[in-house]
């Protein structure tokens, strides 16, 4: 199951009931049929395929959007083929101003000849005839000319037209390699996963399983704990490198899940969340991370930029939002953070949002010793941990209404990490 998966569970649909899914015991876990107990490729060989495969899809993005700025190009004035259509324009309206010259050239000798023949002087007669002459030469000459810089102006034109014709016929097949880089990457990434789901111990996986090692932090700030109906927040993601070494790539998820206080309705459809990336906002999609970094040095954060966006329909809720990081390196080591859970309230259309963090004033409180989820800090980016919750129990900051609410958002990301452990365990 991808982390991003889990997080919609978490802020989801563990809104519901997420007690149920602490009931899902070793024994059930330990059951396999007869294909699953075939040879299957090692953890290690399928993060590696996966990161081989993230990053042919990186390229053929690349290569797509290359193309397109290419594409863009062709029709730039410094373009090499929109230079020569340019020369080759000016040449055609020079040839055709000399044509023009030429042919009325040619006018006037006509009625000097004319005006000679009624006189009585032969030279006159004579000087006219030749005139008339070497201007219709000229002008035939203008006309060769004016023809043949017509011609390069329509080769030039087709030129330009045939160049892009050529690039829109690379971009398509762009588009279609992304396509099929996109669709290996999503089998390689539900290839890994399903195979954690099932993991047995593996001698030839380098480190921890899990990829729970400690060495990314994650924390939300700016995030109100009351937010209007009708309006829009923004806050940020900050995943900080606590390890040693320089992280190759690391993937931030969020979610955002909210039920309504009158009836445990669940409201989530009324929430739209966006990350900016690459200085646009683009929807938080639900079966990906909300964006992705790269090479971050030992000790550095990065931060993602996030905004929230609550319908004026949404009724006085209680909302939530789940935030954790994964990263993986060249080596094939990977880790993931611990879930930073934030609680909210949604208030009716106007009534404004509070200027005191999501975070502060709403840390649940240990209710037990079984599989606790630490939640993130003061939102200032450390990452530290101040408090976790059990796999039962709810926060004693909000009402309790049938697990409704911030609270049932925090205990919902535990109980999808319990069973992803109980899992694990059971086939080890």
Request: glycine letters at 8%.
């Amino acid at each position: 199951m991808q982390i991003r998966q889990i997080l919609a569970t978490a802020a989801v649909a563990a809104v519901t009931a997420p007690v149920a899914l602490l009931s899902v015991s070793p024994a059930y876990a330990g059951t396999q049929s007869a294909v699953q107990t075939q040879e299957k490729p090692s953890i290690a060989k399928l993060k590696k395929a996966v990161k081989e495969a993230r990053a042919a899809y990186r390229a053929a993005v690349a290569a797509e959007q290359a193309l397109e700025t290419e594409f863009d190009a062709t029709t730039a004035p410094e373009h090499p083929l929109m230079v020569a259509l340019a020369d080759a324009k000016k040449d055609a309206e020079a040839a055709a101003k000399a044509k023009g010259e030429a042919d009325a050239a040619v006018v006037a000798a006509e009625q000097a000849l004319k005006e000679a023949n009624a006189g009585e002087d032969a030279e006159a007669k004579a000087a006219a005839e030749k005139a008339l002459t070497d201007a219709t030469d000229l002008a035939a000459g203008a006309a060769t000319a004016k023809t043949d810089a017509d011609a390069k102006v329509t080769a030039a034109d087709t030129a330009v037209d045939d160049n892009r014709v050529a690039i829109a016929r690379k971009i398509h097949k762009a588009q279609q390699d992304v396509k099929d880089a996109l669709a290996a990457k999503e089998a390689a990434e539900k290839a890994l996963a399903d195979a954690k789901d099932e993991q047995q111990p593996d001698p030839d996986e380098p480190t921890n399983p899990e990829c729970t090692d400690g060495s990314l932090k994650v924390a939300l700030s700016g995030l109100p704990s009351k937010i209007a109906a009708g309006s829009t927040v923004d806050f940020k993601l900050r995943l900080t490198n606590a390890s040693k070494q320089t992280l190759d790539e690391v993937l931030p998820f969020v979610a955002v899940g909210a039920v309504s206080k009158a009836d445990a309705k669940d409201l989530t459809s009324k929430l739209h969340l966006k990350s900016k990336q690459g200085g646009v906002w683009k929807s938080v999609p639900a079966e990906d991370s909300a964006g992705e970094f790269t090479n971050v040095k030992a000790g550095a954060h990065v931060d993602l930029p996030l905004r929230l966006t609550i319908d004026r329909s949404a009724p006085a809720g209680f909302g939530g939002s789940v935030a954790v990081g994964e990263y993986f390196n060249q080596d094939g080591s990977c880790g993931v953070s611990e879930f930073a859970v934030y609680e909210f309230t949604i208030n009716p259309v106007g009534a404004g949002n509070s200027t005191t963090p999501a975070d502060k004033g709403n840390k649940p409180k240990p209710q037990g010793s079984a599989s606790p989820v630490a939640t993130s800090g003061s939102g200032n980016g450390s990452g530290t941990t101040d408090g976790s919750l059990a796999s039962t129990g709810s926060s004693s900051a909000l009402p309790t209404i049938g697990l409704a609410g911030g609270a049932a958002v925090v205990l919902g990301a535990g109980a999808v990490f319990v069973v992803r452990r109980r899992k694990a365990d059971a086939n080890s």
